[in-house]
């Protein structure tokens, strides 16, 4: 076990289009105030139009010149009805051709629209459950309250034919939500006709038609259209340039851009949006593809105006704002795409667009994105955190329900390690899982071949320097990215680089006056983060090349090339001159090589900019930190704390996001790693010798396995490629490597495994004296 010193005293500081009619030529459609008959109303109703029909044509001629009388008597009321049956065909029939035109341009529209909807006012809102039946507008009659309802008209051999609406929940789900839902599943699988047939016999549709025009715009990159059809023409008439010379409430424009939309009620409020919905963001998301699509066009001069009159406007993001004016400079498209992170508009920008825009738009009226998929992704990943054990990264089948045996988790000891005389204080596994090193207070380094589980090399590099066997206990061992090297760090105030390969040293420093306590690798494998608890040199970046930039043959020594001291170390000062700084217990950095965080005596964890070598955040803990890691995306970072604290800390804000209780820490250094299928598990050493194992995303305990009595469990690492298995290294002079029930049983060993010098073959495997 060990045990840091304390802290020195100094530190450093809707209602929506509505339903589908396909009415004839002498047929007006019906008031929007009305609502929807029954059946039987309606064809009393026609019956008695018919005779009224019949009773009009036998009057004939002796009521016409009463009925010019009155017309001239009223000129108002019956210009008002002899006008509005006409108009109204006439725009019925506009609504057909556009919504042809519509389907010619945009062969992507999720499904034909070949119904007619009557205009209702729109709303800004959504049901409860997200998608009412009585709000969507996608029911081809409007909807309504009875089991079953007029859904609309067919033309069946030229009769009217009256379709008919189930309304009945389906095993407790709204029937039109999993209708539409499996509308666009059966799109985005490519059956578009049978997207056709659902919709024809259910009655329901996946989008109106002004939702279709907002996604074809977007994918043919009508960027105003876009605008006018999400957010309204009453949302653009404040003056917003829209960057073709026209502003957006001028006459020409309004002419030729008010068709879309407009019989579906949206011309002048838009779509409805999601509560909550940031509209501004909405419009820099459209403006910012319609500015890199004109760079990529080489329309410098257009993608200006836009950034000038269109984006900077907004006063939104102003960051993103500094970096896209500095595309303006970009010399050709392959450079812009290059530097923006962007794929083109020939690429799924557009598409990415829509996922990212359908998000913030009411669902009833614009399901998201690939729902059914979604919501197939959500099940599984609640099965796998439900599931105690799981052990794998295949996802879990959507036929039945997944859980994982016990069977197949890490939970028995498959073999020990006994090499060292001494406590063991540190292990890892190579990244590629072939070999483990582990280290102690023997001042011995071990690196074990992890397929038969025999020494493949044992390093002493630092007793050749120790005063006295108390000065030589390695701190930590690190394998380099590519798995060529390893560091071993030691109480004798030193830290040695050897080849794995060969057994070669290759590099060295002894310039400190303190123990090195830690090291982390970038990912060039040449270039290591080393920390300390001396004053001189906290904190430092080490190369294995010399300092003019070669390779050397000979052994590199003190090639220190950079010091995050605070402040920096003063050579000129006499004594005492120089302030103390902080001293460091452990480090890491993020897998992309961007990121290294430090814990400190003084209980801070310090994050810095590996680009910039600035700082960039810190955060002052309650109680002692003895180690940290970052997760394998960088998201999260793992740290031990005294009072036997193991927490799971937001890599960004330094925020809590988990803590994982039960095992015990006072006085000596533990650590913990994260592990298992998809690192879903977090295991750690204990002071009461024992292994504790969490799910990662739920703190939820999985297991607690007696491993070294009767001392402290030092150190865990968890098999980077078999989730299956994990090491652990305690005071009893034993690593333990821990397996699954099932690797246990005979037919997992192979009768090949024979024992090298000093070794004892087991049924649980090899395991070295």
Known sequence: MISWPDSPTNTSPL?????????????????ESIAPQSQNQQLSHTSSEVQDNNATEAAGTRSRKRRRRESEASPRTAGSNTASKPHSRKRQRGTQTDARELEQEDPSMRLEHNHEHRSQ??????????????????????????????????????QSVVARQDTSPFYGHDREEVTRILLQSLSDLGYGQAAKQLSDESGYELEIPSVAAFRSAVQRGEWEEAEVLLFGQEELDGGVMLGNGHHASSPSWRKSRLSFGSQNGFSRHGLPLAEGADTTMLKFLLRQQKYLELLENRDLNTALNVLRNELTPLKRDIGRLHALSSLIMCQSAEDLRSQADWDGAQGESRNHLLSEISTSISPSVMIPEHRLATLFSEVQQQQ??????????VEPSL????????????????????????????????????????????????????????????????????????????????????DQYLISCSQNNELVVVNVRDGRRVATADHFDYPVTTAAWLPDSETFVVGTQGSRRPLGLYSLRNNNGTSSSGVVRNNEIYSWRDPPWDPSASGGGNSNSFRITDCAVSRDGTRMVATTLDNKILMYDLGSKFKIAEWQMEDKLTSINFSRDGSEMLLNMNEGRVLALSAQTGEV?????GCQQRDFVIRSCFGG????????????????????????????LEAHAPGTVNAVAWHPTNPAIFASAGDDRRVRIWSSAAALRPQHYSSSYSAGPGASSTSLGVYQR
């Open 121 to 158: 006012p729109a709303t800004n809102g959504s049901s409860q459950n997200g998608s009412s039946p009585h709000t969507n507008g996608s029911a081809k009659n409007g909807g309504g309250g009875a089991e079953m309802e007029t859904n609309g008209y067919h033309s069946t051999n030229g």
């Open 15 to 31: 209602t929506i289009a509505g339903p589908s009619v396909t009415s004839t030529p002498n047929q007006a459609p019906a008031p």
């Open 677 to 704: 299928a998809g690192e879903g598990f977090v295991v750690s050493g204990s002071e009461d010798s024992r292994v504790y194992i969490w799910r990662r995303q739920t703190g939820m305990q999985v297991a607690t």
């Open 384 to 393: 796998i955190l439900d599931c105690r054990y799981h052990s794998t990264t």
């Open 657 to 661: 996001l988990m803590r994982y209780e």
């Open 399 to 482: 036929y039945t329900d997944h859980e994982c045996s016990p069977d197949d988790f890490p939970l028995q000891t498959f073999c020990e390690l006994r090499n060292h005389s001494d406590e063991v204080w540190f292990l890892e596994f190579s990244h590629d899982g072939s070999m483990l090193a582990t280290a102690g207070k023997d001042g011995l380094v071990c690196v074990y071949d992890t397929l038969r589980w025999k020494v493949r090399h044992e390093f002493r590099e630092h007793e050749r320097t120790a005063s006295n066997a108390g000065d030589r206990g390695v701190c930590c061992v690190a394998f380099s990215p590519d």
